[in-house]
């Protein structure tokens, strides 16, 4: 079955630092991959997005991401980190059929 | 980008009553809506998936005469909390995703309903 794991449930960066936040995916084949951000209250935004060809996709807001199918990962990361990038961060994958599976989330603490 | 609206932003209401929150897809065509609950800092519980035309396809341990989902066009889909109680107290996120493999997601802002 597909998963997704974040395994950092919160992580804690000063401003302007860098960041990488992770993520591993189970699926047989090669998935469709997404990061989103939730602001408190509000619904998700998509970030970025893989499909296929170049692993390294860029996204809004400064973001990045690095398919690595020998890691099955899809971590995310920013050079520099802005206060306002405080928020829950979710990794999904979708097989490209009728479902997409979310990760638990990483929330984001920026310190100044 | 892909714009979803979702409609009422924040409801309160008495125990017994019937909530309807709306999801409208602006610029696209949503061939699929989806349903979530989030509880305080949790992840996306997914509660059903609709397609255009045909009825919606529910989680288990969703109760579909509880979360009745009608989803009409291929712009509109409502989820009615009928007869709310307290437990019902959620945030409820749509979205929405058009036609195509890996296509992605497009969510709207949640409503945050409290029943009292």
């Known amino acids: 079955a597909q998963s997704v794991t974040q395994p950092d449930i919160h992580i804690t960066v000063s401003e302007g630092a860098s960041l990488e936040l992770r993520c591993n995916y189970s699926?047989?084949?090669?998935?469709?991959l997404f990061w989103y951000v939730q602001s408190p209250g509000q619904g998700l935004q998509l970030l970025l997005k893989?499909?296929?060809?170049?692993?390294l996709v860029q996204g809004i807001k400064g973001f990045e991401a690095e398919f690595k199918r020998s890691q099955s990962s899809f971590n995310l990361r920013k050079p520099s980190v802005h206060w306002s990038d405080a928020a829950e961060y979710f990794c999904?994958?979708?097989?490209?059929?009728?479902?997409?599976?979310f990760g638990a989330g990483t929330r984001l603490f920026v310190k100044a | 980008g892909a714009v979803v609206s979702q409609h009422p932003s924040w409801v309160i209401c008495k125990s017994g009553t019937s909530v309807k929150i709306e999801c409208r897809s602006l610029?696209?065509?949503?061939?699929?809506m989806f349903w979530y609950r989030q509880f305080p800092k949790q992840s996306l519980m997914l509660m059903a998936t609709?397609?255009?035309?045909?009825?919606?396809?529910?989680e288990q341990g969703v109760e579909k005469d509880k979360f009745l989902i009608n989803h009409a066009s291929l712009t509109l889909s409502t989820l009615t909390v009928t007869s709310a109680h307290p437990e019902d107290s959620s945030f409820y996120i749509c979205?929405?995703?058009?036609?195509?493999?890996?296509?992605?997601?497009?969510f709207g802002d949640g409503t945050r309903l409290s029943i009292l």
């Open positions: 893989y499909f296929s060809g170049d692993t």
């Open positions: 609709s397609n255009e035309g045909s009825k919606a396809t529910y």
């Open positions: 610029d696209f065509q949503a061939t699929t």
């Open positions: 999904a994958v979708s097989t490209g059929g009728f479902k997409t599976i």
């Open positions: 979205s929405a995703r058009g036609q195509g493999a890996g296509q992605p997601q497009h």
């Open positions: 699926y047989g084949a090669t998935p469709y």
